[in-house]
Each structure stands twice: as C-alpha cells, then as structure tokens.
Nanobody, 123 residues
C-alpha cells in the first residue's frame, strides 16, 4: 500500500529554518513527481514546490522562491523541503503529494497524500 509520511514541522521564530521530510513507503518516490503544498484554515491547498520525476527539475511558488529548496534522497525514498528565512505568513499545515498526472501545480494531480505536518512561524 502506497503511503506518504511528512515530518519535521514545528514552531520556529521568524527568520529561522526548518527541514520537512516526505518519506514514501510501498512505492518509489524517484519515479514520481512530488509536490509540497500548504494549507491554512478556510483556504485552498496551495503549491509550494515540486520536483519532477523525469529530470528532477524544480518549481517554486513566487512566495517561497529563494528561501525554500526541494530535493530528493532516492536511497532513503525521501523528498525534503528546506525552508529558510521563514516568515509568519509561512505558517500552515504542509503536505506532500505523489502519483497521478496533469498539472502538478494543482492538488488534483496527486493521488497520494501524507497526513501533513504543522509549521508555525512566530513574529
């Protein structure tokens, strides 16, 4: 059974850093485009970053460009999201998605999701 599990969230002060992990089980993340999304209460899930299956090319939302980095460790079947220079507006539940097809900037493209990890940035 394919599953994803996020970890690494927590409470951090503005300007701090966190590294989120998305670990896959039951399937190989290397062969999937992986997306990191975030969601706050009352808002839709929005894309933060993606890494492609074909050439590991990356995409970043404008709001995180230059501060966040998405990367893979295929040996650990894990995708990371390194988040630096965090701002209070980065506060959200962060999810990773895998599988599926279509526009990888949209949550509807993904078949598998983790349970999410809370990131809270205090000012």
């Amino acid at each position: 059974q394919a599953q994803l599990a996020e970890s690494g969230g927590g409470l951090v002060q503005s300007g701090g850093s966190l590294r989120l992990s998305c670990r896959g089980s039951g399937f190989t993340l290397e062969y999937n485009t992986i997306g990191w999304f975030r969601q706050t209460p009352g808002k839709e899930r929005e894309v933060v970053a993606c890494i492609s299956s074909s050439d590991s090319s990356t995409y970043y939302a404008d709001s995180v460009k230059g501060r966040f980095t998405i990367s893979r460790d295929n040996a650990k079947n894990t995708v990371y999201l390194q988040m630096n220079s965090l701002k209070p507006e980065d506060t959200a539940v962060y999810y990773c998605g895998a599988g599926g097809s279509g526009s990888y900037y949209s949550p509807s493209a993904y078949n598998y999701w983790g349970q999410g990890t809370q990131v809270t940035v205090s000012s």
